[in-house]
């Protein structure tokens, strides 16, 4: 009965991949009454991980109300797990808000012309991926993730950007979710919080290597 949010977290996450939502969602529920002591995170790790729960469940407008309890000055993490959420639910507007995400100037979302290339993948959609991705590696020469799905691209090896992230998959996008925390957290120098949740994000989604790297930097 003790709350304890590093442990309601794996234990709710442990229930959510052997698929028992019910139970997931009480541990995620515990969450938000712990995060109020989280200065960085208040609600938003617990009431995203809700939208995917009821995502899983098949229930995209119970998913999207979960987005609605974040404060706002997590706007541009919100936008990012709405698109994933209208990309797992095969949206229409997925293109054109992602296209929108990274035209926004408030934030650097450069790293975004990733996912919005591997969409376009999936959609089969090769020559404008292509041209994407060369656009951002020119203005962000040194984006490691960037430079390496350039590579594949010259070297048609498309399947390796894809097997990198699935949007159909909760899984890869929760672990987007936290590869952002522990980023956030390498940025304010918490060293031990940044690769706890980044082992996480590499436990959720193993196959995207280059993550990996904020590893090596922390």
């Known amino acids: 009965d003790e709350y304890f949010f590093e442990i309601d977290l794996l234990l709710g996450l442990n229930s959510f991949i052997n698929k028992d939502y019910k139970t997931a969602e009480k541990y995620f529920m515990r969450l938000n009454n712990l995060s109020r002591r989280d200065l960085i995170f208040e609600n938003f790790i617990a009431n995203t991980l809700m939208a995917w729960t009821k995502a899983s469940k098949n229930k995209k407008d119970d998913g999207l109300k979960f987005f609605e309890n974040i404060p706002g000055q997590y706007r541009g993490l919100i936008k990012i797990q709405s698109i994933f959420l209208k990309c797992y639910f095969d949206s229409d507007e997925v293109q054109t808000s992602y296209e929108e995400l990274i035209a926004d100037k408030d934030y650097d979302f450069s790293r975004y012309n990733f996912f919005l290339a591997n969409y376009l993948l999936f959609k089969n ?94």
């Open 125 to 218: 959609n090769t020559l404008e991926a292509g041209n994407i991705i060369e656009k951002s590696r020119q203005l962000n020469n040194s984006n490691l993730l960037i430079k390496q799905t350039e590579s594949f691209i010259l070297n048609n090896q498309e399947k390796k950007i894809k097997n990198f992230f699935n949007c159909k998959n909760a899984r890869d996008s929760i672990a987007e979710l936290f590869y952002i925390v522990a980023n956030l957290y390498a940025s304010e120098r918490y060293y031990s919080l940044s690769n706890f949740y980044l082992r996480i994000s590499l436990f959720m989604n193993e196959k995207f290597l280059t993550n990996s790297a904020l590893l090596a930097e922390n």
